[in-house]
């Protein structure tokens, strides 16, 4: 994992864990107690995903929520499989008031369903995202989410990947960026 800076070669991210607890904070300040997570597949897990999970439990705790397993379910990244997944989350007996997609093409198709139930987005359910792709700001209600620094990513990796190419010293471990919350209407 990358929670302690065990990185064996030099790795650079952004910091997923702070950025999920910062929207989950975000939606618990709006009065929010029921949140449903749309995790990516639950095999093969990807450690930014494990990172949001870990963010999005910690603003819980502090909010001395217990986490509800019945509350996550699994979609593949695509605005379709959020779109499953949020049909899932309705279906529960006491279904969620807000919804976290890890991933903001899953938090348009949960958006996407929410609308064909007749469900208004934020007034009945709040939704956010993760990621800020260029679409979220262009997307009805327009969609809060968490901007990934990646063209920065991107950048100081390959600083990393010149270096060692030239033979310099490269401190092995992590370079975290900051993710930023971004607050848009859907939240």
Do not use: K
């Not at 929207?23 to 949001?52: C, F, K, S, W, Y």
């Not at 279904?95 to 469900?119: E, K, V």
């Amino acid at each position: 994992g990358y929670g302690g800076g065990d990185c064996e070669t030099p790795c650079v991210h952004a910091d997923d864990r702070a950025g999920a607890f910062d929207v989950t904070q975000h939606l618990l300040d709006l009065g929010h107690r029921r949140v449903g997570i749309i995790n990516g597949p639950p095999t093969g897990a990807v450690l930014a995903m494990e990172e949001r999970l870990a963010g999005h439990r910690q603003s819980l705790a502090g909010a001395n929520i217990n986490f509800d397993p019945a509350l996550m379910v699994y979609g593949d990244y695509t605005r379709a499989s959020g779109q499953q997944a949020t049909e899932q989350l309705l279906s529960l007996p006491d279904p969620p008031t807000a919804i976290f997609a890890f991933n903001d093409r899953m938090a348009m198709g949960a958006i996407w369903t929410l609308n064909a139930a007749g469900t208004r987005v934020p007034d009945d359910v709040a939704v956010v995202g993760f990621d800020d792709i260029p679409a979220a700001a262009d997307f009805r209600p327009s969609l809060t989410t968490v901007r990934q620094p990646s063209q920065e990513v991107g950048r100081m990796a390959a600083e990393m990947l010149f270096r060692i190419i030239d033979g310099d010293a490269v401190e092995t471990g992590q370079v975290v960026l900051p993710a930023q919350l971004i607050i848009r209407q859907s939240a």
